[in-house]
């Protein structure tokens, strides 16, 4: 099984950027599908955007424009770019491997998270 490792996460103003990365710690991403959901406090865990072994993506709506998925599958590493970050953008993230990720049933993998926050 695929042990996943995030990071990047921090604290941000309205406006700023960060850049999350997840690393396959043991295992390899292989021909998973990768992806970013999200949790913010009292509220379930959404998906944010994923990533096919060939590249195709998807994205949230509330995302769409601002957050661009991105993997190496040499390396073995997920990233999620996220620029023109909104205050309702805090969460923890985390990252997800599944053959195929249509929602958090499809999930065979999830890193620890890391935590998002941006101040307004």
């Known amino acids: 099984q695929v042990q996943l490792v995030e990071s990047g996460g921090g604290l941000v103003q309205a406006g700023g950027s960060l850049r999350l990365s997840c690393a396959a710690s043991?295992?390899?991403?292989?021909?998973?599908?990768v992806a970013w959901f999200r949790q913010a406090p009292g509220k379930q865990r959404d998906m944010v955007a994923t990533?096919?072994?060939?590249?195709?993506?998807n994205y949230a709506d509330s995302v769409k424009g601002r957050f661009t998925i991105s993997r190496d599958n040499a390396k073995n590493i997920l990233y999620l770019q996220m620029n023109s970050l909104k205050p309702e953008d805090t969460a923890v993230y985390y990252c997800?491997?599944?053959?195929?990720?249509?929602?958090?049933?499809?999930?065979?993998?999830w890193g620890q998270g890391t935590q998002v926050t941006v101040s307004s």
């Open positions: 043991r295992g390899r991403f292989g021909i998973n599908a």
């Open positions: 997800a491997v599944g053959l195929r990720i249509l929602g958090s049933g499809d999930v065979r993998s």
């Open positions: 990533i096919t072994n060939g590249g195709y993506t």
